[in-house]
């Protein structure tokens, strides 16, 4: 079974802090994938990253970082010098490799940037 | 390129009435699939298509909802009756197949059952 906990449901922050969003997983399976999507207020899902089970590196794409920590099941999102474009909802997820993408989320944390 | 196309956006119906909402993925990618997201939650899988087979429904209530894919592309999801408790966001989305891809997805349908 797979389980996503995002225990943040929302969180403000002011524009330019940095914010850390928290994703801790349950999965019996080995190997896996994990997801940070965005949901702004137009509603569609925008992919951010996918990292597999197998890289424990931590990333960064601009203002955007991952921790992921395999010791702890967690794969934290960090936002660097927020800006109101940040706000939304942010899912994290997880499919076992071998699950074509059939994609277990967390609840959700709602992101909003106060200008 | 266009993306994962949905229509309707909003839909409100009367329960008992049926309803179907359609998606159109993107161009070229072969996996298709129906979400599901209450209010304030995560979407959670319906069904997914490779091709025009439905690989994993074991989470469509098959009692009154239904979907197809006839020709491998374009998609229709259907409830009949809509209860209040469908009351929700209905997401489509595509990707490519194998492991190393990622799904897209579209604007999705708020349906609201009155």
């Known amino acids: 079974a797979q389980k996503v906990t995002q225990a943040q449901t929302e969180i403000s922050v002011v524009e330019k802090e940095d914010v850390t969003l928290d994703c801790v997983y349950e999965?019996?399976?080995?190997?896996?994938?994990l997801f940070w999507y965005k949901q702004p207020p137009s509603g569609e899902l925008v992919f951010l990253i996918r990292?597999?089970?197998?890289?424990?590196q931590n990333e960064i794409s601009g203002r955007y970082s991952w921790n992921f920590q395999k010791s702890t099941s967690s794969f934290n999102f960090t936002i660097t010098a927020s800006q109101v474009v940040d706000s939304a909802v942010y899912f994290c997820?997880?499919?076992?490799?071998?699950?074509?993408?059939?994609?277990?989320f967390g609840t959700g944390t709602r992101l909003t940037v106060i200008p | 390129e266009a993306g994962v196309v949905q229509s309707p956006r909003y839909k409100i119906i009367e329960k008992k009435q049926p309803v179907a909402f359609w998606c159109n993925p993107i161009s070229g990618h072969n996996t298709l699939y129906w979400y599901l997201q209450n209010l304030g939650q995560g979407p959670e899988l319906l069904i997914r298509y490779e091709n025009e087979e439905a690989v994993d429904d074991s989470q469509l209530p098959k009692d009154r909802f239904s979907a197809e894919r006839l020709k491998g592309v374009d998609s229709t999801l259907k409830i009949q009756p809509a209860e209040l408790g469908d009351s929700a966001v209905y997401l489509c989305?595509?990707?490519?197949?194998?492991?190393?891809?990622?799904?897209?997805f579209g604007q999705g349908t708020r349906l609201t059952v009155v």
């Open positions: 990292r597999n089970s197998f890289d424990e």
């Open positions: 989305a595509s990707s490519l197949e194998g492991e190393n891809t990622e799904a897209f």
């Open positions: 997820a997880l499919t076992p490799l071998g699950g074509a993408n059939n994609l277990f």
């Open positions: 999965t019996r399976d080995t190997t896996y994938y």
